[in-house]
C-alpha cells in the first residue's frame, strides 16, 4: 500500500512495516489473509461496537466515551476507542497519546493507551497535531471507511466510537459503514441541549439503530464539604427528554475540577471519583 494511504492524501508518515502478518494487540499472532480480502474489516472481531452520540457540541461525548473505556478496562475487558470526530479529534489528547499508528502489509495497526485500550484518531496521522483537516465530506467519509476497513482492531470485546456533534455527514457515514450495534446518547442539563439532542434520537430512530441510553453530562457540581448539589444551569430537562423518548437516564455526571485536570493533562485513565462510580451503569447498560 502506497503511503498516501488514508484518503489517497497521506498525512503524516506512518511508521514503516517491522514485520508482515502480525496482527493482535496482547499476543502478537499470525493471521494469513488472502490478498483479496485485505481492507474490508477482516481483521476485526469485535463482540459489540457502541457508538457515542450527541447532536449537541461540547456536551462531552469525548469525555464520557473515555470514561466508558476507562471502566470497561479496569472490568478487565479488551476496549477500542474509533475517534470518529475526524475535523475536532480530542481522544489522544484526552489519553495522553501521541504515537504514529503502524503500517504492515495487511492494514494499519492501531495505537495503544496508557491502560492498553487500542485507539485510533485523525490526530495520529497528522503532521502537526494543530493542523486543520480541510477535507470536504466525501473524503471524511472514505476516511472514516478506513478507520473500520483498514485498521486492524483484531479482538475486542467493546469498540467505542466517539462521534463528533451534529446529524450531518460523518455521523450518518459512521452508521452506515460499521456495524453499530447500540449508541449512548449524551446529552447535557438545559432545555436548549436537549432540544437538539432529541434530533440525533430522531436519526437513530430512523435508522433503526438501538439507543442504549442517555447519559447526562456536567448537570451539577457536588460540595466536597457537605455534599450539597449546586446546579449552575438550573434545573435539569435530561430525564423529561428521556422520557418523552422512552429511553432512560443512566447516568448524571458531575462537573469534577479533578476531571478536567486530568484531561487537560491526558492522564485521564489516572481519574477516580464520583463519576466512576456513576459511569458503571452507563458500561452495565452497553453489556
Ligand atoms: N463531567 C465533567 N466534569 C468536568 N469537565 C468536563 C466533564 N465532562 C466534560 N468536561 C470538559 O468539558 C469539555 C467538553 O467535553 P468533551 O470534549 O468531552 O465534549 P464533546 O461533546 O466531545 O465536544 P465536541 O462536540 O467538541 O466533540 C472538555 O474540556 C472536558 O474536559
Ligand atoms: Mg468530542
Ligand atoms: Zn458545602
Known sequence: ??????????????????????????????????EDKVGNGITNNILKI???????????????????????KRQGYRVGVLDADLTGPSIPSI??????????????LPV????????????????????PVLWRGPVLSTVIKQFWD?????????????????????????LQVIPVD????????????????????????????PIAGVVENMA?????????RIEPFGESYAEAMAFESGLNVLASLAIDPKLISLINQGQTEEYQGMNMELIKEVAEAIK
Open 1 to 34: 500500500m502506497p503511503a498516501e494511504f488514508f484518503a489517497g492524501l497521506f498525512l503524516k508518515k506512518l511508521i514503516e512495516p517491522k514485520g508482515a502478518f502480525i496482527v493482535g494487540h496482547d499476543k502478537k499472532k499470525r493471521m494469513d489473509i488472502p
Open 50 to 72: 457502541v457508538g457515542v452520540m450527541s447532536g449537541k457540541g461540547g456536551v462531552g461525548k469525548s469525555s464520557v466515551t473515555a470514561l466508558t473505556a476507562i471502566e470497561l
Open 95 to 108: 489519553f495522553g497519546v501521541t504515537a504514529i499508528p503502524e503500517k504492515i502489509e495487511i492494514g494499519i
Open 112 to 131: 495503544k493507551t496508557k491502560s492498553n485500550i487500542i485507539m485510533m484518531s485523525m490526530n495520529l496521522l497528522l503532521e502537526n497535531p494543530e493542523d
Open 150 to 174: 483498514d485498521v486492524i482492531w483484531a479482538d475486542l470485546d467493546y469498540l467505542l466510537i466517539d462521534l463528533p456533534p451534529g446529524t450531518g455527514d460523518i455521523p450518518l457515514t459512521v
Open 182 to 209: 447500540e449508541v449512548l446518547v449524551v446529552t447535557g442539563p438545559q432545555d436548549a441541549t436537549n432540544l437538539i439532542v432529541r434530533k440525533s434520537i430522531k436519526m437513530l430512530e430512523k435508522l433503526q439503530i
Open 220 to 228: 451539577y457540581m457536588q460540595c466536597e464539604g457537605c455534599s450539597e
